[in-house]
T-cell receptor, first 111, second 114 residues
């Protein structure tokens, strides 16, 4: 079945440093979504990418969808302590009906 | 309601007991998903409803797990003969547009099987 991997598993950065997490799917995706989960909270939707090579920006966050629609990345510029949490990608395969979540990248930001 | 509501928020039970977890989705959302999340892991898909019917139940781990959504709104996840390995946070999410739209998650039901 479809598998979604993310690297790194953990990332510790100093406040103001950049952060990137990478997501790879074993199958071609129809779309990919990114979620953020704060400690003790539930996943909250950030963005959806649909088109091959798509790039979307939300303030300091930049999301990319690979040309082959099998990988994606999330880049945060100049991290802040409010960015702390676990970032998950969730992909839908071409004929799938559900979201397969990656294991997440846990971000810690040191003030 | 304003968001996805899940009850109970916490459930402690003994091995072998029966458990029901309830999810009340956002009004008007026809798609409803159940996931479970173990500590340090990503949400693991269990079942997806479109309206009243289970469109995809391929994630249910075995026949001890069952879910219903009889009127296309509230859903109940039922676990029979609970095992310690069932301990996890069970997350419910609803969506206006199935896999084309964002998932709105509830706060989850934390199940602990002793």
């Amino acid at each position: 079945g479809q598998q979604v991997m993310q690297i790194p598993q953990y990332q510790h950065v100093q406040e103001g440093e950049d952060f990137t997490t990478y997501c790879n799917s074993s199958t071609t995706l129809s779309n990919i979504q990114w979620y953020k989960q704060r400690p003790g909270g539930h996943p909250v939707f950030l963005i959806q990418l649909v088109k091959s090579g798509e790039v979307k920006k939300q303030k300091r966050l930049t999301f990319q969808f690979g040309e082959a629609k099998k990988n994606s990345s999330l880049h945060i510029t100049a991290t802040q302590t409010t960015d702390v949490g676990t970032y998950f990608c969730a992909g839908v395969s071409l004929y799938g009906q559900n979201f397969v979540f990656g294991p997440g990248t846990r971000l810690s930001v040191l003030p | 309601g304003a968001g996805v509501s899940q009850t109970p928020s916490n459930k402690v039970t003994e091995k072998g007991k029966y458990v029901e977890l309830r999810c009340d989705p956002i009004s008007g959302h026809t798609a409803l998903y159940w996931y479970r999340q173990s500590l340090g892991q990503g949400p693991e898909f269990l079942i997806y409803f479109q309206g009243t019917g289970a469109a995809d139940d391929s994630g249910l781990p075995n026949d001890r797990f069952f879910a219903v959504r009889p009127e296309g709104s509230v859903s109940t996840l039922k676990i029979q003969r609970t095992e310690r390995g069932d301990s996890a946070v069970y997350l419910c999410a609803s969506s206006l547009a199935g896999v084309s739209g964002e998932l709105f998650f509830g706060e989850g039901s934390r199940l602990t099987v002793l």
